[in-house]
């Protein structure tokens, strides 16, 4: 069993930075294609960013591109979220998502191809 930890979310001004991290036990992170998504407040949960498990191919949604970066550490066995130039409608629960197979380029931003979840944490910008 995957079990996933996020930490690194807080409250941050307009163009500020933050990296989130997704802590997994049970199974290693180069093994697990590792995803973030979002739930900002009254809306439904959206795709962030992926990072397939092997040859390093990332996807990210177009309002992230540019500001917002997935990576691994295979050392900590953790998957983080660089997040530059944060903009208000950043504002959200950030999920951290893993799960096996292999998935072309767009399957990664579906939530049903993740198995494991974290908890969430919370990012809020604001001035």
């Known amino acids: 069993q995957v079990q996933l930890t996020e930490s690194g979310g807080g409250w941050v001004r307009p163009g500020g930075s933050l990296r989130l991290s997704c802590a997994a036990s049970g199974r290693t992170v180069s093994t697990l294609n590792m995803a973030w998504f979002r739930q900002p407040p009254g809306k439904e949960r959206e795709f962030v960013a992926a990072?397939?498990?092997?040859?390093?191919?990332?996807n990210a949604a177009e309002s992230v591109k540019g500001r917002f970066t997935i990576f691994r550490d295979n050392g900590k066995n953790t998957a983080y979220l660089q997040m530059n130039g944060l903009e208000t409608e950043d504002t959200a629960t950030y999920y951290c998502?893993?799960?096996?197979?292999?998935?072309?380029?767009?399957?990664?931003?579906?939530?049903?191809?993740?198995?494991?979840w974290g908890q969430g944490t919370q990012v809020t910008v604001s001035s």
């Open positions: 990072l397939k498990r092997s040859g390093g191919m990332t």
């Open positions: 998502a893993a799960g096996g197979g292999n998935p072309i380029s767009s399957s990664l931003r579906l939530p049903s191809l993740y198995e494991y």
